[in-house]
């Protein structure tokens, strides 16, 4: 249970990291939108393992392939099956991981929950599971931007304590594209490299912020009272692997201010209603009011570390262990793709929930 | 749609602030367990208007009354139809609310999304509607902890700059209740309310931070990978008025550390795996590790001020709108019955999703 | 569980039939629809007890209060809660039912399921559960008509071996209303009539068919591959208490056919795809084909009968139970309406998930 | 949307007859169940065309294999993704079903849903998307019988006018695999085959009608009271291609009794309930009552015939068209597996949510 995320745009994802592959269905994609694997390698490089050196060096090339839901390179409004073979199937002949349980994984939690479990690479707890949402985000942030005019994206904010200053409302994609770490304030980028590399030289991670936009999003999407675009924001957010915090807006800053000074003042702008600030993030009542969204995610350092540290195995006696081999030191620059994935798949069945209910 | 939270304990509110009144429908309630009206009333009593001095002043009693589910004091395992009336329902008989959009408010969006608004009290948009989640949650606590041995409880963390030292794995909720702040640091609270009050005067607001916390959980609920705990629990947490964060665990103060830092560690305690440390809050990969679950929700400062702020009529003219008559200062008091209802939701939730796919 | 019906317009009922009363919710309605009371009560008086001598004499007026989701006369987008009080609640302070599972009943079902069950009145397994879905069809009835010009409407086709003529592509309402038994072949419903009020004095009941038609249905409504349109009807009709069976089109009786015979044939006729017959009932591969859709529902002769007969109690010892007072001797007037209301609540979610998925 | 089938125990199919494959992905599958391909592909062999003289030749092995959710021949608890590879893709290079529609088939009301279709092999429409229920089916099947103790099985009953007559307490499933048409009245089954055989000679097609029955479901599974047992049954088997009609119990034929006659009387025996006679078919008020239960799905003549039919085109010219090649003189043998695939999906979705609900 829980692979499944949406209502009407309705994405399931399956897979381990090892076995047969890692992949995705999208259930309620219009028809007749142009679609082929293009659409979606871009982006599955952008999440991709050994994409430079800040990031882990696993090497694969993580190939999509479209196995349903075209025809002649449109979608058919039926499933799309999408599919990304595991390639680098080492045989662990020999590993602790298969007794011991990593320290801050979900290895442990995973066998209390099931007892069972696939100890290589992970299993299901691997971030290759991520590859399904961020091969259906692409389909979601097409729809986003060709049926809808909305543009999605995400770059990274803060690693540890070094933080960027971006603007929202106007970064584009080439800046945060501009650098490995995939911050578009380049001086701070480049600070941000340097603190990861050396962090990874050391063994260790490190983690941070990734701010999410969306732009162009009409007033109307969202709905009362549970489905709040912001509550499913926070969900799909919270549903990636490490993260650990959501807000949006003025979000954990704005409870320093006082109502008077929170408010965004309404005004009339050539006809339309805008706000004199955007306190708010772009969503009130849990529905959109036309400004820009943004808000901000939260990830931990990642918990694999190449030092010796206290653990238990399955048979619950005390014991440690060390990480080996691959080591990613900070999932942040991977982690763009994927928030901007969700944003597009929360904002995408929002759509269409609102059309079914309110559209002409 | 998304007036519907839960997958197996499932519940749909209704109503708004003027009309017939709200409620809800609990739907997936195992059956047999005793309830009455009595279990109820004690949490909406909590989250009652009137309560305090530092709370808005709207004189409600927010009587429940179950409709339905129940025989003989006996939960049936069918539907539990729970209602309260709506009383103080003045002759708004002109209101500039008609035709203006309280700034901050979901009025706009409202009437964006919908073409239509029921403006009196705010409708649907008022906080009323959380009376029916905190009835369910009145159930879904009762069936923690009598089926589960499992205790949930909030309490008010940090008011505006003003916050709280609380060690979540002990606090008591008579602690809690000791004050009208509900905030367990006694020290604090007192300045809490001074600062609440004195903002009360001043016709303004201001927010906050309230910690929720689970204890007795045991390892194994939640579910990979979209409904992961956390990210269910961020869903429900986002979908209450006014909330504009939420982080679990180390949160967003856990980006500063290195990877090595913030790992928990597992040790091996009496036959069951602990950890020395507690950065996860209780959840890894998605799914409960047996320690204490915590997590904190920011809460903006309340829209509505006592003051004259700029805004839009329906007619799209700008104007201006001054908040009258009752003015609820701060939400945390009244925040907190609300965050405790939907962590319990969530909990029960997975409790019952853990049992039908992993019990004996 | 199982009380929700439908994805986007979705229902969720309540309610026993002795407590408070029972009720709907429905969510996902579009707003700006006018609605009050008197769109809902004439159904409701169709579905009625005591509306004639061939139906159970039990006296109530089921007048129903729309509690939530409406102002001024219009819905508002937001869930429609919508109830029944309870009124014949006579103190059964004895009754043998509290100890006897009546035969071919929900009695022991419900007492093996929860351990618990309401007896008065049958508690939940009572037919006046359908009042909420007949609201709630009658919504539904009323969008379908006003926004898709769709009609919708049953009527009684057989009782026992009685069988009548009737034209689903021609036949009206009124035809359907002009007598007791709501058969329109008028011949045949005065035998109807006589045969169902015989059995009623000789203390014993009746089943037979009720067919439904959908007119006006464009083609496209309908979703590959398990929420088919004929499986959507096939699944409310069934949920119909004392429902037997259900077939569409050529139905059971198209078995006997070859393909050739039973192939409906397409033929162009003023710019739209037309069928030379209609064996497929109007749907073709789960999806409409912009024909007329036809289908019937086998209903059982009520179990209630006015003779001793053999069961069992609570603690499994075998004793006799002879129906009292009052007895439904052919539930087919009343199930009428709602086939109708279930019919329409297929439709109208079909449509809205069409419009969402494919609209422009 | 439409492609996902169960609550707990929750199944999604994709595919087309050209293109990658087809195949599901389950979700929601208890942990630690042994599992490998080789519990699937009996089944999936027992679907398969080609299999006998009397079903469509086309040659394909729908070999299954299984992507993810095992680990060393368990089940891990997370998603099973299974595929079947298309190997069968001639070059239809020219073909008249790239513009026209086939008579009774799903071609024109996709395209009218969809304003696109993918026409070789009939696409989504064609029955191969079958594969990915039987292939879930058969782990149903397999949690069925291991952990609950419960046996489904189904077999042909009648083809066109034959009937045969079937004990469903006690028929085996040696008995259904013993002869081609999957009937286990051997006298009858041979006129079946002969009579099909001669139909395909003919360039014909006939239907019938198979029968569905579960052994060993213990009292109170299901739900009240829209997702009563009977109504996911007759969802279920009426999501088949070319089902028309599911009746339960006495069915349709019940209508000819009275009540007295029909009810089923209870009687304690060996310190449990039973009935003395059958005609609920095992399910009181959407409850199961411990007793057998069998039901009848109707399937209609396979639309494909070797005759030229009038139709239409894609630009809504009057044409003819005839079927080439292959041609499936009867669906009834490969449809046995289909209804126990979709029965055994029903009953184990209805098993874990009671166990959420009412288990210990």
């Known amino acids: 249970m829980g692979n499944t995320f949406g209502q009407m745009f309705r994405i399931t994802t399956w897979g381990e ?4 592959g890692v992949g995705v269905v999208v259930d309620g994609c219009p028809p007749r939108i142009a679609l082929t694997e293009a659409d979606l390698q871009p982006d ?14 696993r090497k694969e090339t993580d190939t999509v392939q479209i196995l349903s839901g075209t025809y002649q390179g449109q979608t058919l409004g039926t499933p799309i099956s999408m599919w990304v073979k595991n390639e680098d199937q080492r045989s662990e002949a020999y590993s602790e991981m298969a007794s011991k349980f990593r320290p801050s994984h979900a290895d442990y939690t995973y066998f209390a929950k099931y007892g069972i479990r696939a100890w290589p690479g992970g299993g299901r707890t691997s ?16 729809i986003l931007r060709e049926k809808f005019g909305v543009e ?10 070094i933080r960027a200053e971006v603007d929202p409302a106007t970064v584009q994609m080439s800046e945060v594209e501009s650098n490995i770490v995939r911050c578009p304030d380049l001086a701070v980028a480049d600070k941000m490299i340097r603190l990861i590399d050396r962090v990874r030289r050391a063994g260790d991670t490190v983690g941070g912020i990734v701010e999410g936009v969306a732009r162009g999003v009409p007033p109307g999407w969202g709905e009362p009272v549970f489905d709040r675009l912001e509550a499913d924001l926070a969900k799909g957010m919270l549903s990636l692997p490490a993260s650990k915090g959501f807000d949006i807006g003025s979000g954990f800053g704005g409870i320093t201010m006082t109502g008077r000074e929170h408010n965004d003042l309404f005004r009339a702008k050539n006809g339309k209603v805008v706000t004199t600030s955007n306190r708010s993030g772009g969503i009130q ?5 036309g400004a820009l969204i943004y808000f901000r995610v939260a990830f931990k350092p990642v918990a694999t570390v190449m030092h010796e540290q206290d653990t238990v195995d399955e048979r619950l006696k005390n014991t440690t262990l060390k990480g080996r081999g691959r080591h990613d030191p900070c999932v942040l620059p991977r982690a763009v793709p994927m928030v901007e994935a969700m944003t597009a798949l929360v904002l995408v069945d929002h759509a269409l929930r609102h059309k079914a209910q309110c559209g002409p």
């Open 17 to 20: 990291s090892h076995g047969g």
């Open 152 to 161: 999605v994206l995400a770059y990274v904010k803060q690693v540890q304590k």
């Open 285 to 289: 009542g849990g529905i959109s009011n």
């Open 44 to 57: 599955l490089d952008r999440r991709r393992p050994g994409q430079s050196k800040i990031v882990t060096p």
């Open 127 to 142: 971030a290759r599971e991520t590859i399904g949402r961020v091969a259906a985000g692409a389909i979601a942030k097409k």
